[in-house]
């Protein structure tokens, strides 16, 4: 494909990108969506990315992004369809006939602020059960899709697993040890504070449907009514990243809280760097600063990628490089200095925060480390689907010490979602700290107000795909380490 080819290439899918991607925030979201259109862009997506790789095929040194797009792609196109009926059934079929939330029967989507608004525990399990059993529905859509995306990328000379680990830039050995590793050295401080917390939230040792999203909300419950300050979340964020020297003004935020809306915030790149956007359904204050960091981390990320940047290199940003910007944001809140000052808290306010944040932490890595060596292993071992249920039990036995049933991970908004995720967002976690105290380091303790701080960003997140990872070693015993009960 010659070089002028190419660039018409390129600027036509470009076009279908945009125009894709904002059909599919508006779905998320809980808008009306015309999916007559969806089916023709996909179908538009899977000719266009099929010609460039017939083309170009995968020995294109010089390219190897752009097939690395265009091979998941491709993959994405030919599949979406039942990552639609997930979708829906997730909406319409995972719903309780008992309970409600907000005058709506409670369903997966307002699983979490149900579970978050209510201390009737026998009602939470009751539900969980329910939805468990009503995850039946669910496993043939994402067995069918996961199946047809294996074969797909098999016609295509590769496999799921082998395009990850080389978008990531990881080997599979450097990446299982890590996880591994990880969630083991995470293993005995999260049992321990688990145990406090669920003494003083639930009064008794947790159960598998005390789960991550139902603890990351109420372990911040004494703050919903009464956290001690007058700043609000986008406010805030805005503010901060203006002290950074860093233009949030192109980020749209959509925080209504429509019926049909996905439970979790998202950012979505409709048209990198012009068009970002948000979604958030508010919770409770700390969650709701904690979410919109994050979020306006991916968001001041791809609003700041270099318009010149390579079509790869701006719309096919590894998840393990996107989530580090994500997480460094929300990570301000995790800073004593940024609590007090700039949130305003008293320092023993600031101090039992930051201690509920750590627990998070040590949820987020156990659970993770599950969720990511459960995905690991189905791609690397050709496990049978069937035997998933089994194996995350197990795992979440192992890492967590409770075990959960083990259709959970298909209620989950990542693990069905995505064909290869969830160890991203471990990789991104202990990258996001290394980041934080290189410009520590390098700015001092109050590092988010230094321009110099702004401009090492900028730097970073210009070249979108291609940043400069020499700040990091990937030190994850340095990460659980910081999560120490002890830690500053």
């Known amino acids: 494909?010659?070089?002028?080819?190419?660039?018409?290439?390129?600027?036509?899918?470009?076009?279908?990108?945009?125009?894709?991607?904002?059909?599919?925030?508006?779905?998320?979201?809980?808008?009306?969506?015309?999916?007559?259109?969806?089916?023709?862009?996909?179908?538009?997506?899977?000719?266009?990315?099929?010609?460039?790789?017939?083309?170009?095929?995968?020995?294109?040194?010089?390219?190897?992004?752009?097939?690395?797009?265009?091979?998941?792609?491709?993959?994405?196109?030919?599949?979406?369809?039942?990552?639609?009926?997930?979708?829906?059934?997730?909406?319409?079929?995972?719903?309780?006939?008992?309970?409600?939330?907000?005058?709506?029967?409670?369903?997966?989507?307002?699983?979490?602020?149900?579970?978050?608004?209510?201390?009737?525990?026998?009602?939470?399990?009751?539900?969980?059960?329910?939805?468990?059993?009503?995850?039946?529905?669910?496993?043939?859509?994402?067995?069918?899709?996961?199946?047809?995306?294996?074969?797909?990328?098999?016609?295509?000379?590769?496999?799921?697993?082998?395009?990850?680990?080389?978008?990531?830039?990881?080997?599979?050995?450097?990446?299982?040890?890590?996880?591994?590793?990880?969630?083991?050295l995470a293993r005995a401080p999260f049992r321990e504070s688990l145990r406090g917390y669920s003494s003083e939230i639930v009064g008794r040792p947790a159960e598998y449907y005390d789960d991550y999203y139902f603890f990351r909300n109420r372990v911040f419950r004494r703050y919903s009514e009464r956290l001690p300050t007058k700043a609000r979340p986008i406010p805030k964020i805005v503010k901060t990243l203006k002290q950074l020297g860093l233009d949030a003004s192109r980020i749209a935020v959509d925080d209504a809280d429509r019926k049909g809306k996905s439970a979790s915030a998202f950012c979505s790149a409709i048209k990198v760097p012009t068009d970002v956007r948000i979604s958030y359904r508010k919770a409770n204050p700390l969650e709701d600063f904690s979410s919109v960091f994050h979020e306006f981390g991916h968001a001041i990320h791809f609003s700041s990628i270099d318009p010149r940047a390579s079509f790869s290199d701006r719309y096919a940003v590894a998840n393990g490089v996107a989530e580090i910007f994500s997480i460094f944001f929300e990570g301000l809140m995790h800073e004593k200095p940024f609590l007090t000052s700039e949130l305003g808290l008293p320092e023993e306010v600031a101090d039992d925060v930051l201690r509920r944040y750590r627990f998070n932490c040590l949820f987020f890595a156990t659970f993770y480390a599950a969720n990511s060596t459960l995905k690991l292993r189905y791609w690397h071992d050709g496990l049978a689907f069937d035997a998933l249920d089994e194996l995350y039990s197990d795992l979440t036995e192992r890492f967590l010490g409770v075990r959960y049933p083990g259709a959970y991970w298909k209620l989950h908004h990542v693990m069905p979602d995505y064909i290869l995720y969830s160890p991203s967002y471990l990789v991104a976690a202990v990258r996001a700290l290394e980041l934080r105290n290189a410009l520590a380091a390098r700015f001092g303790a109050t590092y988010w107000r230094e321009r110099g701080s702004g401009k090492a960003l900028l730097e970073l997140m210009r070249p979108g795909q291609s940043l400069d990872l020499s700040f990091s070693k990937l030190d994850e015993a340095a990460y659980v380490k910081s999560l120490s009960t002890d830690a500053a």
Do not use: C
């Open 1 to 184: 494909m010659p070089a002028t080819s190419l660039s018409s290439w390129t600027k036509e899918a470009e076009s279908i990108e945009t125009a894709k991607n904002l059909l599919y925030f508006r779905q998320l979201v809980g808008l009306k969506f015309d999916k007559k259109r969806l089916a023709s862009l996909e179908g538009k997506t899977k000719a266009h990315y099929t010609r460039y790789l017939r083309s170009h095929g995968r020995e294109d040194g010089a390219s190897r992004g752009l097939f690395l797009l265009s091979v998941g792609t491709v993959g994405m196109a030919a599949t979406y369809r039942q990552l639609l009926e997930l979708y829906k059934a997730r909406a319409t079929k995972v719903v309780s006939r008992d309970f409600k939330f907000g005058g709506v029967p409670v369903n997966w989507g307002s699983w979490r602020q149900f579970a978050a608004s209510t201390d009737d525990s026998a009602a939470r399990k009751e539900i969980f059960d329910d939805f468990v059993r009503k995850s039946s529905v669910l496993a043939p859509l994402v067995q069918r899709r996961f199946e047809a995306y294996r074969a797909l990328l098999s016609e295509l000379g590769t496999d799921p697993l082998s395009v990850y680990l080389e978008h990531e830039g990881l080997s599979y050995e450097r990446l299982t040890s890590m996880v591994e590793n990880l969630g083991g």
